[in-house]
């Protein structure tokens, strides 16, 4: 964790990088009084955050380590629940960064934070294949784009993956543009990630909800990978 500390206090990377991209990331204090602002969401496990311009992942770490806090003194007593918790914890972190270097250094660092607690937490039980499903579960959550122009690096769509858990160990995906999300006709919707605009239908309570551009049949956390 030594390197994630030192990651967490280093403001800027070089000169060059603040006159061409005005590379500044948010001081650990400034993170943390304004997580504090909102300190109740922060603690909900599945409670989902998106941050727009992540950079190597300030706000969004501390976040995982106060979700990731609560999973573990909630569910600590028993190691399939709070590994099960633990990937709700971390499926609830989205980002979006212009740089590809601070992209993968954010999905990695995250890993690490998730990785550290589970370790410690499940020890023997700690097992790959779940290790594998949160390496999957970042690559499809921390984007490599432009959260102005709503397109990844390769100019397609910004696409995010909305997990949720269903009976149990199950979690099914659903995908969404972020152009879907964000340009919302709030008349007709609620404030939520996943529930503010695109294609619409409405539900047996008369309730209109977001379209998903694709989803996949519930599949066990483990193997969330399995769906591509």
């Known amino acids: 964790m030594a390197n994630e500390k030192h990651t967490a206090k280093k403001q800027t990377k070089s000169k060059q990088r603040i006159a061409d991209h005005g590379e500044v990331f948010t001081a650990e204090r400034e993170v943390n009084a304004m997580l504090d602002l909102v300190k109740q969401e922060t603690e909900r496990i599945d409670s989902r955050f998106l941050e727009p311009a992540c950079g190597n992942g300030n706000f969004l770490a501390e976040i995982l380590r106060r979700k990731l806090m609560v999973v573990k003194s909630r569910y600590g007593n028993n190691t399939a629940d709070y590994e099960r918790y633990a990937v709700i914890a971390v499926s609830s972190i989205y980002g979006v960064e212009i740089l590809l ?16 607690f589970y370790t410690k937490q499940c020890k023997l039980d700690a097992n790959d294949e779940t290790r594998q ?13 432009d959260a102005l122009t709503l397109e990844q690096a390769d100019g397609t769509p910004i696409i995010f993956a909305e997990w949720s858990a269903v009976n149990g160990c199950l979690i099914k995906r659903r995908d969404f543009e972020l152009s879907h999300m964000l340009h919302a006709e709030e008349k007709y919707l609620q404030i939520d990630l996943f529930g503010e605009s695109g294609n619409y239908e409405t539900d047996a309570s008369g309730a209109t909800v977001l379209l998903p551009i694709r989803e996949f049949p519930p599949i066990h956390y483990r193997r969330v990978q399995e769906n591509g």
Not at 101 to 115: A, H, S, T
Not at 133 to 139: C, D, E, G, N
């Open 101 to 116: 270097d601070n992209v993968q250094e954010c999905r990695e660092r995250l890993y690490d934070i998730w990785n550290d």
């Open 133 to 145: 499903a949160v390496r999957f579960i970042l690559q499809k959550n921390i984007l490599c784009g």
